[in-house]
């Protein structure tokens, strides 16, 4: 039976004999899977390099400052890049470039040699998302398309869950800097894949005409360009940077910050991050699908996008809240409950915050959006770094950190709400598309 979209309209087929967007969608978890392997190793050994070299919790905030100031300078040039050069050629240029400087952290010991070591390391991985979304426009149909990028998105999950188990390993029996090599060169074969299987829809040898039939169902964009300050005009744009600015700190601190807490809150020692940080991101996973999963269910149900997405978010706020009691946590494991909540909402709100360029804006604009809000978020996460170290250095407890990722969600949420309050599609750039098709 055939559905109609409530984002446009459009009459959607039934879901066709063909699954190859969904192999698809199992090339872009693994990709997001290895950046988060690479930018944690350093995480997992921060306790244990701290004790060797003697680094600071300044020092080491500023590591985490620059990486993300990178990070965010890499999505506005990977964001128009991928626009004009497309997802594939985009996502092994990002690939190639962060693998290199990853497997580089093993000839630096010192907080400084690390920053500069994180910086092309950040500016590859900062290509990881809008590669993976522009893909994402390029195979699924908006009712398809939070469930997609859930699925991937959970890979992040997936990253931080194998990274402390593998990494420990490596170390004990080779040296900590065998565990920036050996994990490096697990990328290669992931770009071997990409190269021999993705194609745009049209072009793909092992597609139906049912699937494509399905995934074309709604109308392509017209060819066209958009500036800088095109996008920016748009207050859908607004929205979805506002959104990133608030959440993706909290997140980034979760990633960076979780051994630290552990070793010092709970004397956990390198060999004793695995389970807790395992049980964190698993229950992550399940907040990443089931917060895609139930926007997608509710458009499937005909409720419009704007509820859709918003009801979405309200829930995955709620579940985030009770992290602000982390600290006062008589065991680890209630500890991990709150944080492994906190991180499920956080993968659930960011699966329909990340749907957003893809919902309102043509695909030729999607990047530039993308890479916009990337930068919002790191410019968010540069802050909550500095303000990180300040707190740890001074008051010495996470207590001011955790009652700030409480409450950034809902926050984010209003914020989204008011600037974009209708959910509507931008049309400004059609007089665009005409003049450059």
Not at 124 to 132: C, K, R
Request: proline residues 5%; charged residues 15%.
């Amino acid at each position: 039976m055939a559905l109609v979209n409530s984002v446009d309209k459009t009459v959607i087929p039934p879901p066709p004999r063909g699954k190859v967007r969904w192999i698809i969608c199992a090339l872009l978890f693994f990709a997001v899977v290895l950046s988060y392997i690479d930018r944690l190793v350093l995480s997992v050994l921060k306790p244990t390099l701290q004790a060797q070299y003697g680094w600071t919790e300044s020092g080491y905030g500023d590591v985490v400052f620059w990486f993300q100031a990178a990070y965010g300078i890499g999505f506005l040039f990977f964001g128009r890049l991928i626009d004009r050069v497309g997802a594939k050629v985009g996502y092994l240029l990002a690939m190639g470039v962060w693998t290199v400087a990853h497997m580089a952290h093993a000839l630096v010991t010192t907080t400084t040699g690390f920053a500069l070591a994180r910086i092309p390391l950040a500016l590859g991985e900062s290509g990881t998302y809008p590669a993976a979304l522009a893909a994402a426009a390029e195979w699924f149909p908006k009712r398809e398309r939070a469930l997609a990028i859930g699925i991937f998105n959970a890979g992040a999950n997936v990253g931080a869950i194998v990274t402390p188990l593998i990494v420990p390993m490596i170390t004990l029996a080779m040296g900590w800097e065998s565990a920036f090599v050996i994990t490096g060169l697990f990328n290669l074969v992931w770009i071997g894949a990409w190269i021999a299987f993705y194609r745009r829809p049209r072009e793909h040898p092992r597609i139906t005409q049912e699937e494509i039939a399905y995934i074309e169902a709604e109308p392509f964009d017209t060819e066209g360009k958009a500036t800088f300050r095109q996008v920016l005009s748009c207050r859908q744009t607004w929205a979805y940077m506002s959104g990133r600015f608030l959440i993706d700190p909290i997140w980034w601190t979760f990633l960076f910050w979780l051994p630290d807490f552990f070793s010092k809150r709970y004397a956990v020692d390198l060999k004793g991050f695995g389970p807790p940080l395992i049980a964190i991101y698993l229950i992550a996973d399940v907040g990443s699908i089931l917060g895609g999963w139930y926007s997608s269910r509710l458009l499937a149900r005909g409720v419009s996008a704007n509820r859709a997405r918003k009801t979405a978010m309200l829930a995955c706020a709620l579940v985030v809240t009770p992290v602000t009691f982390a600290m006062y946590a008589p065991t680890i494991w209630v500890a991990v409950l709150l944080i492994g909540l906190a991180c499920a909402g956080h993968q659930g709100f960011s699966s329909n915050l990340f749907s957003m360029p893809a919902d309102l804006f043509p695909r030729w604009a999607q990047g530039t959006v993308v890479g916009l809000g990337g930068f919002a978020g790191a410019a968010g996460g540069m802050l909550m770094s500095k303000y990180a170290g300040y707190v740890l250095e001074t008051i010495g407890s996470y207590t001011p950190i955790f009652i700030v990722s409480g409450s950034a969600y809902l926050v984010a949420l209003l914020a989204v709400h008011l600037i974009n309050p209708c959910y509507a599609p931008v049309t400004r750039f059609a007089r665009s598309a005409e003049l450059h098709a």
